[in-house]
């Protein structure tokens, strides 16, 4: 019988970014590295403001220091998993580039007071989420997922054409494969515009809300 390879675990976290390297054969961990994701470029003054706003670059450099040193005995790595944050949000490009900063989980501007009244972007879009989805086959939406941030840069004139909004263990997996950020059924439903169970963007809510199908990721 042949060795099984070993398998690497890579998580993108808001406070750090750790891998591990997993012998598949008796499940003892033989490798492991960790950095602090010093990317964040939040300023105090915008932390008041409830912002959470990070360098994705940099996240990318910090990833791939990691992988260097957990990989550096030279192990037979047969398959890689990648987790990480799954309700923040970045814009990218046709060709999966970043646009803008990565928007992170703890990010409060979609409840914030909209010009001219006292509504906000998450109120909003929880109701919009209720009169769609009676059945409540999609997550409630709060402040900081996908969703509700992607709703407020729509509200506020901040979408650039030609874009569309990814979760970050997805960009990452792209770009350490030089591939178009996909998603899969567990991040999208941290979005708040998912539909569980019928595996697919709830288009009801989408519609109405202005924000056509081509602005999110494909779910794989």
């Not at 470029?41 to 360098?55: D, F, I, M, P, Y």
């Not at 799954?86 to 409840?111: K, N, S, T, Y």
């Not at 009244?117 to 209720?130: H, K, N, S």
Request: net charge negative; hydrophobic share 35%; aromatic share 6%.
């Amino acid at each position: 019988m042949s060795a099984l390879p070993n398998y690497l675990g890579l998580d993108v976290g808001t406070t750090t970014v750790t891998a591990v390297v997993v012998d598949c054969q008796n499940g003892d961990v033989v490798g492991k590295a960790t950095s602090a994701n010093d990317s964040e470029t939040t300023s105090a003054k915008e932390k008041q403001l409830g912002r959470s706003e990070w360098n994705v670059g940099r996240i990318l450099d910090v990833v791939r220091d990691v992988l260097r040193d957990v990989t550096r005995t030279g192990s037979d790595i047969g398959a890689i998993g990648v987790t990480g944050q799954m309700h923040g949000m970045l814009l990218v490009d046709d060709e999966g580039r970043p646009e803008g900063p990565f928007i992170g989980w703890q990010d409060q501007r979609a409840a914030e007071q909209l010009p001219g009244g006292e509504a906000t972007v998450i109120a909003g879009l929880i109701e919009a989420v209720d009169e769609s989805d009676p059945k409540g086959y999609v997550c409630r939406p709060k402040t900081g997922y996908l969703g509700a941030t992607l709703a407020w840069l729509k509200a506020h004139h901040r979408l650039p054409e030609g874009t569309r909004a990814t979760f970050l263990p997805d960009f990452i997996s792209s770009q350490l494969t030089s591939t178009q950020p996909v998603t899969d059924a567990t991040n999208a439903a941290g979005s708040g515009f998912f539909n569980v169970v019928n595996r697919a963007w709830h288009s009801p809510l989408i519609d109405q809300l202005g924000l056509r199908g081509s602005r999110l990721p494909n779910v794989v």
